[in-house]
Every structure is written in C-alpha cells, then in structure tokens.
C-alpha cells in the first residue's frame, strides 16, 4: 500500500454505472487526466462522489484499464464498505490518498515524515506537471539531476555537477547552452539576447575587479570597460572603427606581449600637428656625427626564431640595425639615447624573472638618417646647439 502511485490535480468525470470498471469522461476544469498522469500498471487510491446522487460514494484502490477505473478493493463507501451499485448519472473521480495510506506510511521504516516524493516521470509525462498542459513540467532524469520539459521534451536540465544546461543533458560548467538555430545577419533567434537600456549590459566579477559589456548608440557600438567599482570605459567598437574610448588612453600591445604582423592599408596619421609640438629644429653637429656612424651600422639581419623555425637558408632577410650598438653610437658622441623618441627600451618581470627589450621607431630614425644625408650634401646646415648660440 504504501508504494501506490499519487499525483495531485488528477480529476475526472463520469456517468458509468454499476459495481465494475467506471469510464472516464475527461478532466474536470483546472484538473488533469488519469490517463495523462498515471503510468501504465500502476495501483493507485480513487474517490467517487455522485453529484447526482450525493448519497452514493467510494474510496478505494484500483488501476487505469482502457481509459476507465477499474475497481479493484474498495476501502470505504456508501454501502457498507462494499463495491457501490452506482446509478446513472454525473459522478467525479479523484486520485486521492485514504487514510490507511498515511497510516501504512507512518509504520513503514526508515520513512522519511519530512518529504514529498514523486515518481520519477519523464519529458513526456512530467512527474509535476500543470493541468491542462500535461506534458510541461519537472522530472528525475538521473540520479541527483532535475529535468524540465516544455511540449514533451527537454528544455533543461540541472545536472549532478550543479551546472544547468539549456538545449543540452551534459552541461559543461555553470551554465551551458547549446542553440543551433542562430541567425547573425538577421539579429534573432540567438542562445541569448540581453535587452534593456546599454542592451541590459554584461558583467564579469574576478575578486574587486570587474569588466563590463554593454551596448551605446542604438545598438551600433560595443563598449568595453576595466576596473573597481565604478569601472571606466575604455574601448570602443562600431561599424566603423575600433577606439580607445579617450585619447591616447591604451596601447596597442606590450613590450613583453607582441602582436606578429601589422595589416594596414595606410600608416599612422594625426601625429604631426604643429600644435602638439614644441618645434626644436634641425640635429647638430655632435647628432649628425653620431648619424653618420649610425648609416655605416645599418645591415641586413634574419629574426632568430625564424632561423630556427626556418633554418638560415629559407629564413628572411631583413635590413635595420641593432638597438643596443645604435644607442652605443650615441652615447660614444657623447649623446644620451633615453632623449630620443626613436630609442626604446622596456623592462618587465614574470615568473622567469626580470627582462628587458630594446628597440627603435623606425620611421622617426629613417628621418632623422635623413636629415644628416642632406646635410651631407650639402642642403641643410646643422643647428646650433644652445652654447654655442650663446
């Protein structure tokens, strides 16, 4: 008796007649089928109440047969505990539980007084289901994991590695979605949409710090932001450009994080207005002198990396100069290279301990280079350093 099977909102009406099986007429409003709940075989408590003849009621235990209640032992009634003749007329049926089922529950050991249990059920038939839409609700699927179905199948499902999965049965972290029916070019049907003003925005919490993902301008820019509380924009991306968000604001790259290959149509631009500059005028004659030794540097050279990936016959010649024999020069003119714009030097330190990098802005030394040939030819003439103007 104990393991007779329950679910709740299970209601029909009937006008059978006699002591036999009862044929069910369909759910009463708000309630659900036998058939749409009850799986088949199983043994389950049923009450009869007439409606017509009010005096005329049953308790007891029977199965679902060919969509009609089979009266198998009768626990109750109107007739003195023995199956009713029921007459014709408008009766409900109700899966219910009888009182000898609480009795038999609280003398069964190791019971639980605490929990509600339900059967297991299935995408098809949800063990908590809703009435009306029978095949919407929750299931056991496994062991220690919760299903939800939608129309009779899965929709999601919470996994026994805490993670929930939507479209999928084996998430794969917290939250693991799974949707093939995107449309990129039609901006719908997507895994997930945020809505909402910023396009109800993103965030990402490591410890204090935050990075946040949000939507600007109708939708036509994407903007990233860095930081605490509070946390600043710092790049922008539309249609048409990719920006840091204030002027001169971030890098692109790092000393010790390079990027391989630069693609570009044109080269920089916007770093030659007169009006961001304090104009010093033509290299003297000691940085002339130390550009002279800087051309008879100049060589060809191939990329170390390469030339082990490559092997020295296939890999690159390249022309330039060394960084460290180039900034030599100008301290032997008696020049300091950390005043150049065109000498790089980094520093930085990892877990492989400190580090450091030289390097050069080619373009400004090829000017300056530039600028020594023609005074080498005799079109310019040096600048006068400020002793010797006096």
């Known amino acids: 008796m104990p393991d007779l099977f329950f679910a709740d909102l299970v209601r029909e009406s009937s006008t059978g007649t006699g002591t036999g099986a009862l044929p069910l007429d369909g759910a009463t409003p708000g309630h659900r089928r036998f058939a749409d709940c009850v799986p088949p075989g199983s043994r389950f408590h049923y009450a009869i109440a007439g409606v017509t003849h009010e005096q005329q009621w049953e308790v007891g235990e029977g199965e679902l047969t060919d969509g009609a209640l089979a009266r198998i032992e009768t626990l109750a009634s109107s007739a003195g505990n023995d199956p009713v003749d029921f007459l014709q007329g408008l009766k409900i049926v109700t899966l219910t539980v009888a009182s000898a089922w609480f009795a038999a529950r609280e003398d069964r050991s190791g019971h639980n007084h605490d929990a509600i249990s339900f059967a297991d059920g299935s995408a098809a038939a949800p063990a908590i289901g809703f009435a009306g839409d029978s095949d919407t609700g929750m299931f056991h699927p496994a ?226 280079l530039m600028a020594v040939l023609a005074h080498e030819t005799g079109l310019t003439a040096p600048s006068e350093t400020p002793d010797a103007a006096g």
Request: aromatic share 12%; charged share 15%.
């Open 143 to 368: 062991a220690n994991s919760l299903g939800i179905a939608i129309g009779g199948a899965e929709a999601a499902r919470f996994a026994a590695s805490g993670g929930l999965g939507i479209g999928t049965q084996t998430p794969v972290g917290a939250l693991h979605i799974r949707w093939n029916g995107y449309d990129p070019f039609g901006n719908a049907t997507s895994a997930m949409t945020l809505d909402g003003a910023y396009g109800g925005g993103l965030i990402f919490k490591d410890g204090a710090g935050y990075v946040g993902l949000w939507a600007t301008e109708g939708g036509s820019a994407f903007n990233v932001s860095l930081g605490g509380v509070g946390h600043m924009h710092a790049l922008q991306i539309t249609p048409s450009f990719v920006r840091p968000a204030f002027d001169t604001a971030l890098a692109l790259g790092q000393a010790e994080h390079r990027f391989s290959q630069l693609y570009a149509m044109t080269g920089t631009i916007n770093t030659s207005d007169a009006a961001d500059k304090l104009w010093q005028g033509a290299p003297d004659a000691q940085e002339i002198a130390a550009g002279r030794a800087l051309m008879a540097e100049l060589g060809f050279f191939q990329w170390l990396d390469a030339v082990e990936a490559k092997g020295p016959q296939n890999a690159r010649r390249h022309f330039g100069l060394r960084a460290q024999n180039a900034f030599a020069i100008l301290a032997a003119h008696g020049l300091d290279w950390r005043r150049y714009g065109w000498c790089c030097h980094d520093r930085w330190s990892d877990d492989d301990g400190e580090h450091e990098r030289f390097g050069i802005r080619s373009d400004q030394l090829a000017l300056f």
